[in-house]
């Protein structure tokens, strides 16, 4: 059984008179533990997609199955839960709450999840060693670097112990440097098991990824997973 | 969310924003120290008010001379010249009157009190023994005028404490002989300090035997008669019995004005609680305004952090979390500017006592919780539309407007 298993999916946006297909005719399967880059031109749907496999969105046509349930008919709370328990987001803007401090930001999705506070602590201790955070758990946003800010972004992404983590170009706002470390934190975690989907406009990371989506125009141009079944095998096995 | 976590979410939001959030607690804070504050005064005046009336004595019913038109409480009536006067034994013959427990006659005018070579003039009230519990006077030394007959008043006097203090000084007044007009009188009491209050102000009173007081007025007149009745419920039955006896005594004319200073309280008491409750209500307004302006701060709030909306949906949560995260937000920007307003308010209404100690500018306690619930409930009301419109954005496009 595929972890992500997309049919017919169909998304339109109305745009005055216009429609704009952001996704058309998408069918996809995606299996645990992959490590999937989706490449393409801006405006190609790239991101509709990242959102349609996160649950913050739903196709107008078409199914989507996680884990072999389908998601695209569960209510908004129902998705919410599939969102708090089996997705993690990180975004190009990193989306941190700015009152917050790094550890209050890593926590947050246990917070809403009403995990209790003793156990929110150990796992945010936990993390912050993980991701090199320890000495700046009390930092508000501001006070970190970009490649912190990331950091704390993905540390949050972690904290529920997803399945599946999504990342819209994670490194668009960091330097080349920045960037190649939170891409090798992001390989770290698809190392123990998470499957891992990035948006990346740049080439060379997409290349690192053991499959590449190439979508135009809404539609999936190449994906090189599909020709390469070996690839596939050697990642499930 | 946890209940302690949502409350705390929403603190650390509404003190992430200081500016909105004082301007917010600002406003409800006013409109409770507004409540506060006017029902204070609305409330303080009706008890002093009452708080006077009752001074002049419990349960009185007052006789007055002349007919008045309506009944009712007419000070007219205290100066027209009357058809026919009262007497002193039209006071006596209420002394046998079922439901009335005291009665006395009061004549007065000015005279002029001499001691020692010392000279003033006073205030001179004719009275019988009864006066001075009817009137609720107090007594420093001495005692009150003797029980005898009301026609026959033995040469004593009672005197005021200021007239005590100027004539007599440190020396002994009780048993001391004093010429009031042209009447040499023993003083046998002396009242306690009362201070200027609604009533005589009996500081500067000289009170003697009513039929003594006639005399040295050359008049056979009364000012009033007062009585004091039972209780509160033989009031009325008591003034029908009075008016009926003066009546028959007046060859059936009704040319007297019987009031109950129960009725005058009545309405007065009716009247500034009224007023209290209309105060009440214009300063609620405000209360409604500051839930209005509650609800547009958090609506900006919702406009603010719509990225922060969009984040937390992808961060899992509920639409039920956000909504109760928003509307903690509103309750506790009310609940402070209530507590606020409430400190502010008991601060006023102090301050007001402390520069009119007379005055009782106490907030009545429906009052206050009034209107703290008033506030509490107008930000949750008020709080409810934004928290909605939070929890109702489109996850994607909140996301985008990081
Ligand atoms: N909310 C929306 N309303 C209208 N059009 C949208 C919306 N979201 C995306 N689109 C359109 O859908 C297409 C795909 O967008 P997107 O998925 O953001 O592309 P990418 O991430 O690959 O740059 C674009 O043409 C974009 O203008
Ligand atoms: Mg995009």
Do not use: C
């Amino acid at each position: 059984m595929a972890l992500i298993e997309l049919s017919g999916i169909e998304r339109r946006f109305l745009l005055g008179d216009t429609t704009v297909h952001a996704l058309a005719g998408l069918n996809l399967q995606i299996e645990a533990g992959e490590y999937v880059a989706v490449m393409g031109p801006s405006g190609s749907g790239k991101s509709t997609l990242l959102n349609l496999l996160g649950l913050l969105d739903r196709p107008n046509v078409g199914t989507y199955k996680l884990e072999g349930r389908d998601v695209t008919t569960l209510s908004p709370d129902e998705q919410a839960t599939v969102r708090s328990t089996r997705i993690g987001f990180v975004f190009q803007s990193f989306h941190l709450v700015p009152r917050l401090t790094a550890a209050e930001n890593i926590a947050l999705p246990m917070t809403l999840a009403g995990i209790p506070l003793a156990e929110r602590n150990l796992r945010v201790t936990q993390a912050l060693k993980d991701f090199g955070l320890d000495q700046r758990a009390d930092h508000k946003p501001d006070q970190l670097s970009g490649g912190q800010r990331q950091r704390v972004a993905i540390a949050r992404a972690t904290i529920m112990q997803p399945a599946l983590i999504l990342a819209d170009e994670p490194t668009g706002n960091l330097d080349r440097h920045t960037g190649e470390e939170v891409v090798n934190l992001l390989e770290a975690l698809n190392g123990k098991g998470v499957t891992l989907v990035v948006v990346t406009h740049d080439q060379a990371m997409g290349a690192r990824a053991r499959r590449q989506l190439v979508m135009e125009d809404g539609r999936l141009k190449a994906d090189s997973g599909a020709a390469d079944i070996s690839n596939l095998a050697e990642i499930s096995g | 969310m946890r209940l302690t976590d949502t409350l705390r979410f929403a603190r650390d939001a509404a003190t992430g924003y200081p500016m909105r959030t004082t301007l917010s607690v600002l406003a409800m804070s006013i409109g409770v120290a507004a409540v506060v504050i006017l029902t204070a005064l609305g409330d303080g005046a009706r008890r002093y008010v009452v708080g006077q009336f009752s001074s002049l004595g419990t349960n009185l019913i007052i006789v007055l001379p002349g007919r008045s038109g309506t009944g009712g409480f007419n000070p007219a009536n205290a100066i027209t010249s009357t058809p026919r006067d009262l007497t002193i034994d039209d006071a006596g013959s209420l002394r046998r009157l079922p439901g009335a427990r005291r009665v006395a006659p009061l004549a007065v005018g000015t005279s002029e009190i001499n001691y020692g070579g010392k000279l003033r003039e006073v205030m001179v009230a004719g009275s019988t023994a009864e006066f001075i519990p009817i009137r609720n006077f107090e007594l420093a030394q001495g005692q009150g005028l003797p029980e005898e007959d009301w026609n026959r008043g033995s040469s004593v006097a009672v005197i005021g404490a200021k007239i005590r203090e100027e004539m007599f000084g440190a020396n002994p007044a009780i048993g001391q002989l004093v010429r009031v007009g042209d009447r040499r009188l023993r003083v046998i009491g002396v009242l306690k300090s009362t201070g200027q209050g609604l009533g005589m102000n009996t500081d500067e009173l000289v009170i003697v035997p009513v039929s003594l007081a006639q005399a040295m007025f050359n008049s056979n007149t009364l000012f009033r008669i007062m009585i004091e009745a039972n209780s509160r419920d033989a009031i009325p039955g008591t003034k029908d019995r009075v008016m009926e006896t003066i009546k028959q005594r007046h060859r059936g004319e009704e040319d007297i004005t019987v009031i109950t200073q129960d009725a005058v309280l009545a309405t007065f008491d009716k009247l500034l609680g009224a007023l209290t409750l209309a105060v009440a209500g214009i300063a609620a307004i405000s209360l409604a305004v500051a839930g209005i302006l509650v609800m547009n701060v958090m609506l900006v709030a919702v406009t603010q952090r719509t990225g922060e909306i969009g984040l937390l949906k992808a961060l899992g949560a509920t639409a039920r979390t956000i909504r109760l995260a928003f509307l903690a937000e509103a309750a506790m920007l009310s609940a402070v500017g209530a507590l606020v307003g409430y400190l502010l308010g008991q601060l006023g209404a102090f301050t007001l006592r402390q520069f009119f100690p007379v005055f009782p500018a106490y907030p009545p306690d429906w009052a206050v919780i009034a209107g703290l619930s008033t506030a509490l409930a107008t930000g949750l009301i008020f709080g409810v539309m934004p928290a909605r419109r939070a929890a109702r954005l489109d996850p994607v496009q909140a996301l985008m407007k990081h």
